[in-house]
C-alpha cells in the first residue's frame, strides 16, 4: 500500500499532498487533539507554503508523529485568528465589524478594550456584552434592571449623568456634553441627576477661599448662579422619558453656602421650557430643589395638556397652598397617573382643591401627600372626593394631622368604594374611635389590601381585625389572580375558612 | 384545581391563624362588635359543615387520593403564608423606622412652630419696649436742650447715657439669648444628624438583616418543599415499583399457569391425533376395498353400457334413414303450403279493401243519423215549449170558461134563490134561509191552494194562539184546513216554543240582542225565523213533518220504555227513527196522502184529532229535542234531493172533481124543495083554475089578470 501510495505521491506532487494531508489528518487523529480536525480545512495558505520541504518528511516521520505527544497543530496560529488581532489592535482607527462573519464578530466583540472612544463604538456596537464590560470597567456596581435591563442604555445614561453631575457653568465647555448628544440620543431613556454645580466663580472662589479658611464671604453676592440649562440636551434626546432631577450640591463639606442650593428662577422658565418641548416625557421628578409655589406654578404650567405624562414627583419641596392649587388643575388638564407631593408645606385649602379635581378625575391611580399638614379639612375634602372617584387605587395620606373626623368619612368611603386597594393614614391622631370607625367600614370592603395605621392612636385590638380583614382581601385577591373563573367559588368557599380562624 | 383541592390547601392557613391569633372573637366578649363577628363566624363555620356533609359523599373518594397528593401541596402552601407573613413583618419592621421619623419630624415641626411663634413674639415686645425707651430718650434731649445750668447738663447727660447703656445693654442680652438659641440649634443639628446617621445605620442594618432572614427561610422553605417533593416522589415510587413488582409476579404466575396448560393440551392433542390416524387408516381401508368393489361393479355395468350403446347406434342409423326421407316428403309438402299461402293471402287482401269499404258507408250513415237525432231533439224542444206554451193558454182559457161558466151558474143559482125566497116569503110565508155550500163560494178552477211557508204557518198560529187567549172558548179551530190531523195546534206551539227554546244557539248572537226589546210572541216569531231558516225548513209540510218527528220520537221514546204500544205503530216509527232512506218514503207517502186527505180532514179531522189524544209535548225531554233535531236534519235532506221530479208531477191538474163540483151545482136546489115546488105549482095550478073559473064571471074588470100573470111567469121561468 505505502508504495503505491509514494509513487503516485511523486508522480503527481499537487495531488499527493492532499493525499498526504488526509493522510496525516487521519494519522494525526490518533495522537492529536479534537480541534484539529478543523483546521486543516480552515488553514491551507500555511500549510502549503511550508510543505514543499518537509513532505518527504512527514511520510517518513509519521511513526514519529505518532509517538510525539507534544506534537500539534495548534501552535500554528491561524491567519483569521491573526486578522481578527488585528482588526482588533487597530480598531479605534478602523472600525470593521458589519462586514464579518458573525461569530467572528462576537470574536472581535469579546476582545475590544472598554476603553475605546464612544465616537466610533457608540453607533456601530448593539452587543450587549461589550457594553456590559463597559459598565463593568468603569462602575463596581451596576443595576442594569434601574435601566431597562440594557447595558448600552446604562453605559450612556450612566455616562451622561456624570457628565451632568459634573459640569459647571462658565468653566466646562458645554460642547462635551453637546459632542456626546449624538452618539446617545437614541439611547438615552432616562436622565437622572442627583447634583447640579453653581457657576465657576463660586467654586473657583470658594477653592482658594478652602484652603485660606473661609474669608471670602462677603463676595459671594452675584445673582447669576444659574445651573447648567438642559433645554438643548432635553431637545436633543429623542427617546427621553424620564427626568429625574435634584437641584442639589452634595459632599460641600464645610464649603455651605445656601446659595449653592438655590433653584433659581432662571433654572426654572429653562427647565419649564426644556419639558414642554420634549413630548416623550412620561416621568418627571424634581425633588429636593426648594421648589416654592411660584416655581412649582411655573412648571406646572409648562406641563399642562402634555400628551404623555404619566408621573409628577415634586417631593420634599416647599410648595404651599397655590402650588397644590397648581397641581390639581394639572390633573384636570392631562393624563397624569401618579402625582407625588410628599413632604411639601400643603395645607387644608391645597387639599380640597386637590380633592376638588381628584372627584372626576378617571386617569390617578395614585396620590401622595405624605408629611403635608391638610389637617381634617382637607382630609374630609379627599375622603367625599373618594366617593365618587372611580380610579384612584393608592392614597397616602401619612403625617397630615388628621383626626376622627376624617376616620369617620373614610369608613364610608371604604363601605362603597372598590378601586382603592392600598391607603396609609399612619402618624396621624385617628384615636380610639376612628380607629373602631375605620373596622367598620373595613368589614364591607373587598378590595383594600394595604391600609397602614401605624402610630395613629389606634386600638390595637382594631388594628389587629383591620389587618384580619386585610389579609382576607389579599388571599381573596390572589385567588382571583390565580384563577379568574373560579373567582366567585372561591370567594365563597374562603369565607368561612378564613372566619374560622 | 378544583374547590376541594383549595379547601385542603387552604386548611394550613387557618391552623396558621389559630397559632398567631391573640384576640379571638368570643362570644361571651365585652364588646359587641366582637361578640357579632363571633356569631357571624360561628354561622358561616356552621353552613361550611353543612355544605361538607353534603358534598362529602363523593368527595370521600376524592380526599383519600388527594391527601398524598397534597402533602408537597400542603408544604408549598404552608411555605407560601410563612414567606408572605416574613415579607410583611419585614417590610413593617423596616418601614417602621421611617414611620417614626417621620412623626419625630411633624413633633419637631410643631414644636418648631410653637418656639417661632414665641421667638417673634419677644422680639415684638422687645422693639415696642425699646421704642418707648428711646423715644423718652429722645424727648428728654429736647429738655436738655433748654437747661441752662451746666451741672443740670451734666446730670441730664448723665442720666442720658445711663438709659442709652441700658437700651443698648437689653439689646446686647437679647442677641446673645438668640446666639444662645442658635448655639443650642445647631448642637440639636448635630445631634439631628447623629440620629439620623443612627438611623440610617439601624434601617440599613435591618434592611440587611431582612435580606438575610429573607433568604435564610426562602432557601428553608425551598429545601422544605423539596424535601416534601421527594419524599412523595419516593414513596410514589416505592407503591409504584410495590404494584409493577406484584403485577411482574402475578404475570409470571400467569405464564407459568399458561404453560402447563399449553403442555397439557400438547399431550393431549398430541393422543388424539395418534387415536385419529388410526381411525384414519382403518377407514381408508374399508373406503378402499368398498370403492375396489364399486370399480368392479361399475365395469360390468359400462360393458353393458356400451352393449346397449352399439344397439341405440343401429336403431339411430336407421332413424335417420327413415327421417331423411321424410324429409323430403315435407320438402313437397312445403312447396304445396306455400302456393296455398300466396292465394290465400290475395282473398285476404280483397276482404281487407271490402271491409275497409263497408266501415266508411257505415260511419257515412252514422253521420247522418246523428244528425237526424239532433234534428229530431230540436224539434222535440220546440214542441216542448210550444207545449208549455200551450198549456198556459189552456190554463188560462180553462179558467176563463170556467169562470164563464161559472158566473153563468152562480146567476141561475142567484136567480134560483131568489126566486125560492120568494117563493118563501111570499108565497109561503116561511122564512128563508139562504143554503151555505162550500162551493158556492168557490171561485175559479178547483185546485191546491198554495203551499204556505213554514214561518207564515206559525205567524199565523201564534197570532191566533194570542187570539185564543183572549177569547178562549168562541172560536174553535174551525178553518184549520192546515194542521194535518193528529197535531193539534196547541202541542205544534208547544213543540215550536220548545224548538225555540232549546236550539237558540242556531240563532246569530246579535239577532238575539236586537229581539231583547220585542214583545214575547213576535220574539218567538222571528227566533224560529232563524231556527228555520238554519234548519232548512221552508214549507209548510217541512213544518209539519218536523213536528211529527217530535211527536214520533216521543211516542218511540214511550213505546220503548213502556212497551205497550202496538208493534206494528212501533216498527213504523223505528224505521223512521233508524232508517232515514226509508223513511223518507213514508215520508213522501205521507205528505201525498196529508194532500189528498186534505179535504176530508175538513169534515173527519175534528174528531180524530179529539181521537186520538195527541202525543203531549211536554214529555219530551229539553235534552232530547237536539237529537232529535240532529235527527231531523239528517233525514230532511234526502227529500230535498228528490223534489224536483214531484214538482213536474204537481203541475198536472186532477179534474175528478171537476164532475163532482159541477153536479152539485146542478143540485143546489135540493129534490125535496123541487119536490115542493111542483106541489106549489099544481097547487097554484089549481088557484089559478079556481080563480080562472072565479074570473071568466068577472071578465069585465081587467085587474085579477094582472094578479094571476106573474106567479105564472114565474112558475114558466122556472122550468
Request: with cysteine.
Amino acid at each position: 500500500m505505502q508504495d503505491t501510495v509514494t509513487t503516485s505521491a511523486l508522480l503527481d506532487p499537487s495531488h499527493s499532498s492532499v493525499s498526504t494531508q488526509d493522510k496525516s489528518s487521519t494519522g494525526g487523529h490518533t495522537s492529536s487533539t479534537s480541534p484539529q480536525l478543523s483546521k486543516p480545512s480552515i488553514t491551507p495558505v500555511p500549510a502549503k507554503s511550508r510543505n514543499p520541504h518537509p513532505r518527504a518528511n512527514i511520510r517518513r516521520m509519521r511513526r514519529i508523529i505518532a509517538e510525539d505527544p507534544e506534537w500539534s497543530l495548534a501552535i500554528v496560529p491561524l491567519l483569521t485568528e491573526l486578522c481578527i488581532q488585528h482588526i482588533i489592535r487597530n480598531f479605534q482607527k478602523n472600525p470593521i465589524l458589519k462586514q464579518m462573519l458573525p461569530e467572528h464578530q462576537q470574536k472581535v466583540l469579546n476582545h475590544l478594550s472598554p476603553d475605546l472612544p464612544l465616537a466610533v463604538t457608540a453607533n456601530l456596537i448593539d452587543n450587549e456584552n461589550y457594553w456590559l464590560r463597559c459598565c463593568m470597567h468603569r462602575w463596581p456596581v451596576c443595576h442594569v434592571a434601574h435601566h431597562g435591563g440594557s447595558w448600552k442604555r446604562m453605559f450612556f445614561e450612566r455616562h451622561l449623568e456624570n457628565l451632568l453631575k459634573h459640569f459647571i457653568p462658565g468653566t466646562t465647555d458645554p460642547a462635551v456634553i453637546l459632542d456626546l448628544l449624538p452618539l446617545c440620543r437614541n439611547y438615552v431613556r432616562r436622565v437622572h441627576v442627583d447634583q447640579f454645580l453653581p457657576p465657576v466663580q463660586l467654586p473657583a472662589q470658594l477653592r482658594p477661599g478652602d484652603q485660606s479658611d473661609s474669608g471670602s464671604e462677603g463676595e459671594m453676592e452675584e445673582p447669576t448662579v444659574d445651573h447648567y440649562q438642559l433645554g438643548d440636551l432635553v431637545a436633543g434626546l429623542s427617546h427621553l422619558e424620564e427626568l429625574d432631577l435634584v437641584y442639589d450640591v452634595k459632599d460641600c463639606g464645610m464649603n455651605f453656602e445656601w446659595n449653592l442650593f438655590l433653584f433659581t428662577y432662571r433654572d426654572c422658565l429653562s427647565l419649564a421650557a426644556a419639558i414642554k418641548a420634549c413630548h416623550t416625557l412620561k416621568i418627571f421628578k424634581l425633588t429636593r430643589s426648594k421648589v416654592d409655589d411660584d416655581k412649582a406654578r411655573i412648571i406646572i404650567r409648562s406641563l399642562l395638556h402634555h400628551p404623555v405624562l404619566e408621573e409628577l414627583d415634586l417631593s420634599q419641596n416647599l410648595i404651599g397652598d397655590r402650588g397644590a392649587r397648581g397641581a390639581a388643575k394639572l390633573l384636570s388638564h392631562s393624563r397624569l397617573r401618579v402625582l407625588n407631593l410628599a413632604n411639601n408645606q400643603v395645607r387644608a385649602p391645597g387639599a380640597q382643591s386637590l380633592a376638588h379635581a381628584l372627584a372626576h378625575n378617571t386617569n390617578l391611580i395614585s396620590l401622595n401627600l405624605r408629611l403635608n399638614c391638610i389637617e381634617d379639612e382637607g382630609g374630609q375634602a379627599l375622603a367625599h372626593a373618594l366617593q365618587t372617584n372611580k380610579c384612584l387605587t393608592t392614597l397616602h395620606l401619612g403625617g397630615n394631622e388628621l383626626s376622627e373626623p376624617t376616620a369617620t368619612l373614610l369608613s364610608q368611603v371604604l363601605a362603597i368604594n372598590t378601586t382603592l386597594t392600598s391607603i396609609n393614614l399612619s402618624c396621624n391622631h385617628i384615636g380610639l374611635d376612628g380607629g373602631k370607625q375605620l373596622l367598620e367600614g373595613m368589614s364591607d370592603n373587598k378590595t383594600l389590601l394595604e391600609f397602614d395605621l401605624r402610630l395613629s392612636d389606634v386600638a390595637q385590638e382594631s388594628e389587629y381585625l383591620i389587618g384580619q380583614a386585610l389579609y382576607a382581601n389579599r388571599e381573596a385577591a390572589r385567588q382571583r389572580a390565580l384563577n379568574p373563573s373560579h373567582f366567585m367559588s372561591t370567594i365563597t368557599a374562603n369565607g368561612p375558612e378564613n372566619s374560622v380562624g | 384545581m378544583n374547590p376541594p383541592g383549595s379547601l385542603e390547601a387552604l386548611d394550613p392557613n387557618v391552623d396558621e391563624h389559630l397559632s398567631t391569633q391573640i384576640l379571638a372573637p368570643s362570644v361571651h366578649s365585652d364588646n359587641s362588635q366582637e361578640r357579632i363577628q363571633a356569631r357571624r363566624l360561628r354561622i358561616a363555620a356552621r353552613l361550611e359543615a353543612r355544605r361538607r356533609e353534603a358534598l362529602g359523599e363523593y368527595l370521600d373518594g376524592k380526599k383519600e387520593s388527594e391527601e398524598d397528593q397534597s402533602k408537597s401541596y400542603k408544604q408549598k402552601e404552608e411555605s407560601r403564608l410563612k414567606l408572605a407573613k416574613l415579607l410583611l413583618c419585614g417590610t413593617e419592621l423596616v418601614t417602621n423606622i421611617q414611620v417614626a421619623i417621620d412623626i419625630r419630624e411633624i413633633h419637631r415641626r410643631v414644636e418648631e412652630e410653637e418656639i417661632k411663634r414665641q421667638r417673634i413674639e419677644k422680639l415684638e415686645n422687645e422693639v415696642k419696649t425699646s421704642q418707648d425707651k428711646f423715644n423718652e430718650i429722645t424727648s428728654k434731649w429736647e429738655e436738655g436742650k433748654q437747661k441752662r445750668i451746666p451741672q443740670e447738663l451734666w446730670e441730664m447727660l448723665n442720666t442720658q447715657q445711663l438709659h442709652c447703656a441700658g437700651l443698648l445693654e437689653d439689646k446686647n442680652k437679647l442677641i446673645s439669648e438668640l446666639q444662645q438659641e442658635l448655639k443650642t440649634k445647631d448642637d440639636q443639628y448635630v445631634k439631628d444628624l447623629k440620629k439620623q446617621s443612627d438611623d440610617i445605620c439601624l434601617l440599613l442594618e435591618r434592611m440587611e438583616e431582612q435580606v438575610k432572614n429573607v433568604m435564610k427561610t426562602f432557601r428553608e422553605e425551598l429545601y422544605n418543599i423539596e424535601k416534601a417533593f421527594e419524599v412523595e416522589r419516593q414513596e410514589l415510587l416505592a407503591s409504584n415499583k410495590k404494584k409493577w413488582e406484584r403485577a411482574l409476579q402475578a404475570h409470571n404466575a400467569k405464564e407459568l399457569e399458561y404453560l402447563n396448560n399449553r403442555m397439557k393440551k400438547v399431550e393431549d392433542y398430541e393422543k388424539q391425533l395418534n387415536r385419529q390416524r388410526i381411525w384414519d387408516c382403518e377407514e381408508y381401508n374399508m373406503i378402499k376395498i368398498k370403492l375396489e368393489q364399486d370399480v368392479q361393479i361399475l365395469e360390468q355395468q359400462l360393458q353393458q353400457r356400451k352393449a346397449i350403446y352399439q344397439l341405440n347406434q343401429e336403431k339411430l342409423e336407421y332413424n335417420l334413414q327413415v327421417l331423411k326421407k321424410r324429409d323430403e316428403e315435407n320438402t313437397v309438402i312445403k312447396s304445396q303450403q306455400k302456393r296455398k299461402i300466396n292465394r290465400l293471402q290475395d282473398i285476404l287482401n280483397n276482404l281487407r279493401s271490402k271491409y275497409a269499404k263497408q266501415i266508411k258507408q257505415f260511419q257515412e250513415e252514422n253521420q247522418s243519423l246523428t244528425s237526424d237525432y239532433k234534428r229530431l231533439v230540436m224539434q222535440f224542444k220546440e214542441l216542448q215549449k210550444a207545449m208549455r206554451h200551450f198549456a198556459l193558454i189552456d190554463d188560462a182559457k180553462f179558467r176563463e170558461i170556467w169562470l164563464m161558466n161559472e158566473e153563468e151558474a152562480k146567476d141561475l143559482i142567484a136567480r134560483a134563490f131568489d126566486v125560492d125566497r120568494i117563493i118563501h116569503t111570499h108565497h109561503l110565508g116561511l122564512p128563508w134561509a139562504a143554503p151555505d155550500f162550500w162551493f158556492l163560494n168557490n171561485v175559479g178552477p178547483i185546485s191546491q191552494q198554495p203551499q204556505k211557508s213554514a214561518t207564515q204557518i206559525v205567524e199565523e198560529m201564534l197570532m191566533r194562539s194570542e187570539e185564543e187567549e183572549a177569547e178562549e172558548a168562541t172560536s174553535e179551530p174551525e178553518s184549520y184546513l192546515d194542521l194535518p190531523k193528529q197535531i193539534s195546534e196547541k202541542t205544534t206551539k208547544r213543540i215550536l216554543m220548545l224548538l225555540c227554546d232549546e236550539s237558540g244557539f242556531l240563532i246569530e248572537s246579535k239577532l238575539l240582542s236586537l229581539l231583547l226589546p220585542l214583545e214575547q210572541n213576535e220574539c218567538y216569531l222571528l227566533r224560529l225565523d232563524a231556527i228555520f231558516s238554519a234548519l232548512g225548513i221552508e214549507s209548510e209540510d217541512d213544518l209539519y213533518k218536523l213536528v211529527n218527528f217530535f211527536l214520533k220520537y216521543r211516542a218511540h221514546r214511550l213505546s220503548s220504555s213502556l212497551q205497550i204500544k202496538p208493534c206494528s205503530q212501533a216498527s213504523v216509527e223505528k224505521a223512521s227513527m233508524e232508517e232515514t232512506s226509508t223513511r223518507s218514503e213514508l215520508e213522501l207517502a205521507e205528505q201525498t196522502e196529508m194532500e189528498g186527505e186534505k179535504e176530508e180532514s175538513l169534515v173527519e179531522g175534528e174528531k180524530e184529532e179529539e181521537e186520538e189524544t195527541p202525543p203531549s209535548p211536554w214529555v219530551i225531554h229539553p235534552n232530547d229535542v237536539l237529537k232529535i233535531l240532529e235527527a231531523f236534519v239528517m233525514g230532511l235532506k234526502k227529500p230535498r234531493d228528490s223534489r224536483a221530479p214531484l214538482r213536474v208531477q204537481k203541475n198536472v191538474r186532477d179534474n175528478s172533481k171537476d164532475s163532482e163540483y159541477w153536479q152539485a151545482l146542478t143540485t143546489v136546489i135540493p129534490s125535496s124543495k123541487q119536490n115542493l115546488w111542483d106541489a106549489l105549482y099544481t097547487a097554484l095550478e089549481k088557484y089559478q083554475s079556481t080563480l080562472n073559473c072565479k074570473f071568466l064571471p068577472l071578465r069585465c074588470c081587467g085587474y085579477p089578470q094582472n094578479r094571476a100573470g106573474p106567479p105564472k111567469a114565474d112558475v114558466l121561468g122556472l122550468a
